[in-house]
């Protein structure tokens, strides 16, 4: 696509997605979860069709060799299209953030002060080989009140046009308003930067993907950028931990679903409780064919495992594979995570409630679990119906961010002939 068609194209794109915004701003919540309760049922009734559709990136993902972390994202089936659908039954039945009083100061006499949830307008989401993205994104905009543009990446145009199609379709047919959801169809990597210069039309833009597209789009972005980093997560196991729990824990964190950002790479280990926890560890990864890097003293009591270098304990594996390292305290763990975490999602195994409150108050992080796998960190298992992603950074939403991260404030004020003297 030459270079002026394609910025007149994302120009459009944006601008419909502008005038839909107003509109959808003033819809209910009724006629809002009316038009979800339509793409459930599209959806439902198009499984087949988007799995066709799914199968081709696939093949074609694989004949390109791109790598099988990857793949395991982009692949979707009858049970993950399931548990996508799933997530939007929850989203109707959350509270409508829009119009919810947050606060209501005391103001003075004659004043009635409101804060209020609005929604933030335009959100434009840049991802790569997700197609549930798709779906979550635009269900999630759609509650809060906004307009959403979607540009996925091109290992994935065929499974996410087809559910932007049956999304679009659905919604309309339901009463959305025309432009509520633009799908950037081009492959063309310069429809990126066009949609990054676009801050008049476009509120907030949410890039999920590799460090490399994040770093990309924040230097770059005019737009407020609200970025999901990566997930360098760890999890410790303290000298006071239940062993059983401790295995259990970091056998789900690591194993379960190694490819997603709260999946574990770094296990830390109390020295005291090492030798009677990592033997029967190791040996339960490497059934589960986990490569094992560790510091001396993980291989003065596993001796079959790989030496960790300075690289491993800075490294988001998103793979079968995990580096241990053995700590002398609680102060040396926090030192650890501190230094080298993405502030993602860290975990502690212990049953002292003083060491785990030192933990919560020390680790900076968006999510902190105690006793708990860091895969727990997800919308879903939060309550918010599905998530738009998982924000690492503090302003102006960190963790997992669902429709309420996608509002605003407004501050409504009544007076009574009211003025300042």
């Known amino acids: ?75 979707l089936t009858e049970e993950r299209v399931a548990g996508i659908i799933n997530g939007i039954k929850n989203v109707i039945h959350l509270q ?13 006499v004659g004043l009635d002060i409101k804060k209020i949830r609005v929604p933030l307008g335009v959100i434009a989401m840049i991802y790569e080989a997700r197609p549930s993205v798709t779906v979550d994104a635009t269900v999630l905009c759609l509650k809060a009140g906004n307009a959403v543009i979607l540009k996925g990446g091109s290992e994935a145009i065929n499974s996410n046009k087809i559910l932007a199609e049956i999304i679009y379709n659905a919604g309309i047919g339901a009463g959305m308003p025309e432009g509520s959801l633009q799908f950037i169809d081009t492959m063309d990597r310069g429809a990126v930067y066009e949609l990054l210069q676009l801050d008049n039309l476009i509120d907030l833009l949410i890039p999920r993907g590799s460090e490399e597209l994040v770093r990309f789009i924040k230097t770059n972005s005019l737009i407020p950028v609200l970025s999901h980093g990566k997930g360098l997560c760890h999890t410790y196991v303290d000298k006071d931990a239940d062993i059983e729990m401790a295995i259990n824990i970091a056998i789900n964190a690591k194993c379960q679903r190694p490819s997603v950002c709260n999946a574990m790479e770094t296990l830390l280990v109390h020295r ?60 040396e763990a926090i030192s650890h995570i501190n230094k080298y975490g993405s502030m993602h999602s860290e975990a502690i195994v212990t049953n002292n409630k003083e060491v785990a409150d030192k933990f919560i108050s020390k680790v900076d992080a968006a999510a902190v679990f105690v006793n708990a796998s860091t895969r727990l960190h997800d919308g879903s298992v939060f309550g918010l119906g599905c ?17 309420k991260e996608l509002t605003s404030t407004k501050y409504v004020v009544r007076g009574k002939g009211t003025i300042r003297t």
């Open 1 to 75: 696509m030459e270079i002026n068609n394609l910025k007149r194209s994302i120009l459009l794109k944006a601008k419909l997605a502008k005038e839909a915004s107003k509109k959808l701003a003033s819809v209910g919540t009724d006629q809002k979860n009316d038009i979800l309760f339509a793409i459930v049922d599209a959806l439902e009734r198009n499984i087949k069709k988007i799995l066709s559709c799914n199968e081709l990136d696939v093949l074609t993902a694989k004949e390109t060799g791109i790598p099988s972390i990857l793949i395991d994202r982009l692949t």
């Open 96 to 108: 409508d953030p829009v119009g919810a009083v947050i606060e209501g100061p005391n103001p003075p």
């Open 272 to 331: 005291e409780i090492a030798d009677k926890i990592l033997p029967k560890l190791c040996k339960l990864y490497y059934d589960a064919k986990v490569e094992i890097r560790g510091c001396e003293m993980t291989g003065s009591i596993v001796s079959s495992i790989s030496t960790a270098t300075e690289k491993d304990w800075q490294t988001e594996y998103l793979d079968l594979k995990i580096s241990i390292k053995v700590v002398n305290s609680l102060e």
């Open 387 to 403: 998530e738009i992603g998982i924000s690492t950074q503090k302003l102006h939403a960190r963790g997992t961010m669902g429709i």
